[in-house]
């Protein structure tokens, strides 16, 4: 039992950690970049 609370565990991890990297991610590209825009 203790095996499969650590693996709903770790799962729960790696989920909200690709949630978070994705969610950066989109913030980072829907922010125009003004350097990039500028020339």
């Known amino acids: 039992m203790l095996a499969f609370h650590l693996c709903i565990?770790?799962?729960f991890g790696l989920w909200s950690f690709y949630l978070a990297m994705a969610a950066l991610l989109?913030?980072?590209?829907?922010?125009?970049?003004?350097?990039?825009?500028?020339q």
């Open 9 to 11: 565990g770790v799962m």
């Open 26 to 38: 989109a913030l980072y590209l829907r922010v125009p970049r003004s350097d990039r825009t500028e």
